[in-house]
């Protein structure tokens, strides 16, 4: 998976399970981003509020909503299918590197194309900078998850080199660095040292993907179970007994949060909600042998990256569509006028969104994304580049998802110029190949 984007290849060798679990997530993490934020228009300003914050009972809520573990564990799948595939026709790290990460690259590279522009014509039309500011980060957060699954990307043939030598000792160790990170974090509070559970905690379930692809996790029916009750007592322990919050996902104000770094409480959701997910795989295979909704499946899971990409562009537009012309009347967070109004929010958005995810199809299947593979060589002194223009990607869209699009009012141009020399990297990489074989052609493609 690229990040949360799949590609169009249906072959035998495919699991369909992990595209169901691919959709499932995006749908949730775009139904959890509408639902936790509220919309307020008060002496012509716009201000949008963190539920919550405010409710303390959703936290509940965020244990179905916390979605992110399922990306990682399919991403870790199906990079382990593509790399084992790509590897064994003899294609170099470079290439398949540069394969993957041109399509995550191109389409987010068109989502922050538009975002700048939009940025760039509310700033001439003199919109008020913080309500641009505000919006701007709203259309960023959830960038955060490009920059780490880029990382990982780059590393997979290290990490899957690491599991056929150690197997579940990887993940384990992992897990150990990740609990003594948070520890440290928890007691000493040193500087920038938390930034490491970003790495080690989804790598740890990026891990299990690739175990997962193996059958190391689903060698027999005991396993699945056995990994979901060791994450689940965990976390009961760490919550009811320990300093964590029942929140898988960040609240504004709270001391803790558990996923702004990742803590080792979300690392144990993380490993029982992968735990479970795999026992249920056995059942939703043969469900999904039913034709029409694997069908349904196939065709959603096309439109995932443009899914998980554009979400937050309807919140925008309906929030300076709805309260300013008095459609929606402010009603306070928690009020049975606010609950009734959820619904007509859910669904302005989704009347918005699907012609906007429609329309953007068709530019999506323009971009490398869509194009068959290239079984050519990078030469290796465009490596270089290559790893340079990852990294150069990865630290501009981090900076871009902490800060958004306009933390100021106006663009980060030196993030966007890092940004941009690394997309020019990344190209002039891909043009530093050998002419492929022709005669060797691919058989089937993974996930």
């Not at 984007?5 to 679990?21: E, F, I, K």
């Not at 008020?128 to 500011?133: E, G, I, K, M, T």
């Not at 223009?389 to 900076?399: I, M």
């Not at 966007?416 to 997309?423: R, S, W």
Request: glycine share 10%; charged share 15%.
């Amino acid at each position: 998976m690229e990040g949360p984007h799949g590609n169009r290849s249906l072959g035998r060798s495919r699991n369909r399970y992990v595209d169901l679990l691919r959709v499932i997530a995006v749908v949730l993490v775009v139904l959890g981003h509408w639902l936790a934020i509220s919309i307020t228009y008060h002496g012509g300003h716009l201000e949008g509020q963190d539920v919550m914050a405010r409710l303390s009972w959703t936290e509940w809520l965020s244990l179905p909503f916390q979605v992110m573990p399922v990306f990682f564990l399919v991403g870790g799948f199906a990079n382990a299918a593509s790399w084992t595939s790509h590897r064994t026709r003899g294609e170099s790290w470079g290439c398949w590197l540069y394969g993957r990460a041109i399509r995550l690259v191109a389409p987010t590279t068109a989502y922050v194309l538009v975002a700048v522009a939009v940025v760039a014509v509310c700033r001439a039309a003199k919109v008020d900078p913080a309500v641009l500011r505000r919006a701007g980060w709203a259309v960023a957060l959830h960038l955060w998850f490009l920059p780490i699954y880029l990382g990982l990307l780059a590393v997979t043939p290290g990490l899957h080199a690491a599991h056929r030598r150690w197997g579940l000792g990887v993940p384990a160790v992992l897990a150990l660095g990740a609990a003594g990170v948070n520890t440290a974090v928890l007691l000493s509070h040193p500087p920038l040292l938390g930034w490491a559970d970003y790495l080690l905690v989804w790598g740890v379930v990026y891990q299990l993907g690739l175990a997962w692809h193996h059958g190391a996790l689903t060698r027999t029916r005991r396993r699945p179970l056995t990994l979901a009750a060791m994450g689940i007592t965990v976390l009961v322990g760490l919550v009811w007994l320990g300093p964590f919050p029942v929140s898988m996902v960040g609240v504004p104000g709270a001391r803790i949060k558990n996923s702004a770094p990742p803590s080792v409480a979300l690392l144990a959701f993380a490993i029982g909600q992968v735990g479970l997910l795999l026992a249920a795989e056995p059942a939703m295979t043969r469900l999904l042998r039913r034709p029409h909704l694997w069908r349904a499946v196939a065709r959603t899971n096309r439109m995932v990256m443009t899914l998980y990409l554009w979400h937050m562009a309807p919140v925008i537009l309906a929030a300076v569509t709805l309260y300013p012309t008095g459609l929606l009347p402010p009603a306070p967070i928690g009020s049975s006028a606010w609950l009734r109004q959820r619904l007509i929010w859910m669904f302005a958005l989704t009347v918005l969104f699907i012609p906007m995810a429609m329309a953007l199809r068709p530019a999506e299947r323009l971009t490398p994304t869509r194009r068959g593979p290239d079984i050519g060589s990078l030469r290796r002194k465009s490596w270089p580049l290559l790893a340079t223009g990852v990294a150069a990607v990865g630290f501009a869209l981090a900076r871009i998802s902490a800060q958004g699009f306009a933390p100021s009012g106006r663009p980060l141009l030196p993030v966007l110029a890092v940004y941009t020399a690394g997309v020019f990297l990344l190209i002039t990489a891909g043009r530093m190949r050998t002419r492929p074989d022709r005669r060797m052609l691919p058989t089937t493609r993974g996930n």
